[in-house]
């Protein structure tokens, strides 16, 4: 006697009505066929139940042992809902179920009509039903992406697992999702960031590793349960924005490409995601959240590990001008100076001895204290004056918002007096509020002026006597890690390149370096 199978597999709109309060749709779909197979007489020998989701087979398990059961002639048929839920991934994956089913002669039977692939029309009919099923899949996935950002932008969260220190909750009187805070994990989050941003109580620098020992060793459970913490955890939950009120979008976003003839699907770090501002509270606040990211950027410069002393004093600083690497120190032997060198093998950059652009790194830095030093001889105080200026500018906006203020006042007298007519005095008030906001924003733009002037100004005055002292007193340290902690006082990043070797010109310091000083403004 032929024996026949069920596949049974949720689609979207499925998990949709689900949600709405309707009954599991696996079982409502394996009751009505189990129904036609009595109804015709068929004898069901296996019923495949597919709990994934997925577009292509490959990501679909219960889909190939299906196919592979098929292949070998072992059943008469297979009963499924639709043609659709056997497959609606690309034109590849709709060819193989095709096939599969042709050469085995096997049927595809549904409760509106039985496939016979090797009858012409009927394989007409399926490959048409499963091309059509192609274009709806595109179409509702890329309704339901536009749907998924826009709900993003609105601030709400759309993501299956909530992050460390909130948990997801429904809106009210509205579709979508939000986040709030859970007490116990939200303190463990603020210490977190505190030990990062500010060090531990005696103010001693922890990273990734001494965080996670310290969480471990207080017993504080992590997002899996556990009390042993990760260091990608604690390095994930300072790089969330999400912590001060922000959703984040684009993170990983998935790539598809082709591998040895597979399609193989990859999710690629995007280091610039979309930020939103979210519905949820933030725990963490602004000031220590920039903290931890500017000294997250300052480590990735640091190449030495922990567990060594640094000996480039460069290390860390200096960039490659063509690829855009950090530079690094080679060692060399039999009296050969160390070398600094672009460790991309593709980069045609050509190295140079060590000390030699260490020396040209102070040269530019004294460079800098005599370009400055003219250009205060040159310039009568011009910061200053220009200071004077800014502030004469704000007192008359501040003069003009008070004359502003007081029109309004008289519209206002003049209305309720019925001078005016509710149509002028509309008119008026909207003309004045209007003049009004463009003199807070002058004002705002003005201010924001004064205290940059300000602040580049007491800059100056401790920048330049550093650079100064670190001129005065670089060749008398002897530790390359001291060397490279005052250079990276006062510089942010150095270029370097070089185009020819010095082998027979002898000219071994053709290269070219740009020094950029922590506040640029300045010059």
């Not at 398990?61 to 809902?81: K, R, T, Y």
Request: hydrophobic share 35%; proline share 3%.
């Amino acid at each position: 006697m032929d024996k026949y199978a069920i596949y049974l597999r949720k689609s979207r709109a499925d998990k949709e009505l689900e949600l709405q309060g309707e009954m599991e749709t696996l079982s409502r779909h394996e009751a009505i066929l189990k129904a036609l197979a009595e109804k015709k007489k068929l004898s069901v020998g296996k019923v495949y139940k597919e709990v994934v989701s997925g577009e292509t087979i490959s990501s679909r398990p219960v889909m190939q042992q299906l196919l592979h059961d098929v292949e070998n002639n072992i059943w008469a048929g297979v009963l499924v809902m639709e043609v659709e839920r056997l497959a609606r991934g690309d034109t590849i994956d709709q060819g193989i179920v095709a096939q599969t089913f042709k050469y085995s002669n096997t049927l595809i039977i549904t409760p509106n009509k039985t496939y016979n692939p090797n009858d012409e029309f009927d394989e007409e009919y399926f490959e048409f039903g499963l091309f059509m099923s192609r274009r709806e899949y595109k179409v509702i996935n890329r309704r339901l992406q536009t749907g998924r950002l826009q709900s993003v932008k609105e601030g709400k969260y759309v993501g299956n697992k909530p992050p460390y220190g909130y948990e997801k909750v429904k809106l009210e009187k509205e579709k979508g999702y939000t986040l709030t805070p859970v007490p116990e994990q939200t303190k463990a989050v603020q210490m977190i960031f505190n030990w990062y941003a500010y060090g531990d109580t005696d103010g001693t620098v922890m990273g990734f590793g001494e965080i996670a020992n310290r969480l471990h060793d207080l017993g504080i459970v992590s997002a899996t349960g556990m009390t042993q913490w990760q260091i990608a955890s604690v390095r994930d939950i300072l790089s969330n924005p999400v912590y001060i009120g922000k959703i984040r979008w684009g993170l990983r976003p998935q790539k598809k490409s082709m591998v040895d003839g597979q399609k193989t699907l990859s999710r690629v770090r995007n280091d610039n995601p979309m930020i939103y501002d979210g519905l949820h509270p933030a725990i963490i606040d602004e000031k220590t959240f920039v903290i931890v990211q500017q000294r997250r950027e300052e480590n990735k410069k640091n190449t030495c590990p922990k567990s060594k002393k640094t000996q480039n004093p460069l290390s860390g600083l200096v960039v490659c001008e063509k690829c855009g690497r950090i530079m690094q120190r080679r060692p060399y032997q039999n009296g050969y100076y160390d070398g600094l060198i672009c460790t991309n093998r593709y980069c045609n950059n050509v190295s140079s001895d060590l000390w030699r652009v260490e020396r040209a790194v102070i040269n530019a830095l004294k460079d800098i204290v005599r370009n400055y030093e003219i250009q205060q001889q040159e310039d009568a105080e011009p910061a200053f004056l220009n200071l004077s200026e800014q502030q004469q500018e704000l007192s008359l906006y501040h003069s003009k918002l008070e004359k502003l203020r007081q029109q309004m006042n008289k519209i206002y007298e003049a209305y309720e007096l019925g001078i005016y007519s509710s149509e002028i005095f509309l008119e008026r008030t909207e003309k004045v509020k209007k003049e009004m906001e463009d003199v807070n924003t002058n004002i705002t733009e003005k201010q924001d002026s004064i205290k940059k002037l300000h602040l580049v100004e007491n800059q100056k005055k401790q920048f330049i006597p550093k650079i100064k002292n670190i001129i005065t007193i670089y060749y008398t340290l002897t530790s390359a890690e001291e060397k490279n902690k005052l250079l990276k006082e006062v510089i942010e990043k150095i270029t370097y390149s070089k185009e020819h070797t010095a082998r027979f010109t002898k000219d071994y310091e053709n290269f070219e370096i740009v020094v950029y000083p922590k506040i640029s403004d300045i010059f």
